[in-house]
């Protein structure tokens, strides 16, 4: 293995480790993220991957030296809990950010590295009946058409953007089944010329072929034994790769890992060493070796693999509520603070 991975926790902000998992390192103090903070996603710059983001319960943050430092990143959302940080594969400096519970949901855009911020011109609902307030989960980048966005929250619907986010259309009500507006996941792959838009749902995988006009589904508990479906991954460019995480519910007492390579068409199940002990919450691939593959459980188990999945570890650390990682191929330069190590 080589790079750094982090892990993005509810109590203990981001754990890293920059040595195959041997140590693993919390946040020293003095810095813009407390080291007991709620942290909800990560991201980095395809262009420098010593650069990343992490949305936290008091707002946007960024490190530039692979999480030794975090500094927050003024903005109108400041004080408020960010769910989700996506940066443009293809331009580094547009991002956005989805705050959610227990703040009000809200789209961000900035496309100057976050020096100004716009709020998106969308109607997002303040309340849903499943979770009282949503939380904006869900956003892609069409690898084919810079203008194409989407994005979709927990509970809330599914918007689409034809013009680079300046406006958004909600389309959820085109979806098959009952709970449409419950987003998890999007994913756009390119599919050797023949788009497909994959959207999952609480209890559906979703493609279309159509940039969204029609859908077709598929029930993840008839095919595959587990309703609950919600994290993605793909590899960095991918035209028909994608990995996702089913369990029985959330948190979820089991949980399964599945690979498509025909652009959600067919699935298999990839090999986990023993059950996770609850639902894969978040899933990363990383962007310079698609083959190391991360993945992290609500409740704390983390598994790796350096094979694309064909195989797994599961790391002798265990965490706090997990919600979301990361691996980069920038090595962090460690400082002992709060850490811990495996002993023999």
């Not at 040595?19 to 903070?37: M, P, S």
């Not at 259309?169 to 497909?196: A, C, F, Q």
């Not at 089913?246 to 959600?264: C, E, H, N």
Request: with cysteine.
């Amino acid at each position: 293995m080589s790079g750094t991975i982090l892990v993005a926790t509810v109590g203990q902000a981001v754990i890293k480790s920059s040595d195959n998992g041997q140590t693993w390192h919390r946040l020293g103090l003095g810095q813009d993220i407390e080291f007991d903070a709620i942290t909800r996603s990560l991201d980095l710059d395809p262009s420098n991957p010593e650069r990343i983001y992490i949305g936290t319960d008091t707002g946007l943050c960024v490190s530039e030296d692979t999480g030794k430092k975090w500094v927050r990143v003024d903005s109108p959302f400041n004080g408020e809990t960010v769910w989700k940080v996506a940066v443009d594969p293809k331009n580094p400096k547009r991002i956005f950010v989805g705050t959610g519970a227990p703040s009000r949901a809200v789209l961000w855009r900035t496309i100057d590295g976050g020096v100004t911020w716009d709020r998106a011109p969308v109607e997002i609902p303040e309340f849903c009946a499943g979770v009282s307030k949503p939380r904006l989960l869900a956003f892609s980048y069409d690898p084919t058409d810079s203008n194409n966005l989407w994005f979709g929250l927990e509970e809330g619907g599914l918007f689409k953007s034809v013009d680079g986010g300046d406006s958004w259309e909600r389309v959820d009500s085109r979806l098959l089944w009952e709970y449409n507006s419950d987003i998890h996941s999007i994913r756009v792959l390119p599919n050797h010329g023949k788009k497909v838009i994959v959207v999952i749902c609480v209890n559906a995988i979703y493609r279309s072929f159509d940039d969204g006009l029609t859908w077709i589904g598929v029930n993840p508990n008839e095919a595959f034994g587990l309703y609950y479906a919600r994290a993605t991954a793909m590899p960095a460019g991918s035209e028909d790769t994608i990995y996702l995480s089913i369990s029985d519910g959330t948190p979820g007492t089991t949980s399964r890992v599945l690979v498509s390579q025909d652009a959600a068409a067919t699935w298999e199940t990839l090999p986990l060493p023993l059950q996770p002990n609850s639902c894969v919450w978040g899933m990363h691939v990383n962007p310079n070796n698609s083959n190391q593959i991360v993945i992290g459980t609500k409740y704390g188990h983390l598994f790796t693999s350096t094979n694309a999945g064909k195989s797994w570890k599961k790391e002798w650390r265990e965490f706090s509520e997990i919600s979301d990682v990361l691996w980069t191929s920038a090595v962090a330069e460690i400082e002992a603070g709060h850490q811990s190590v495996i002993t023999k």
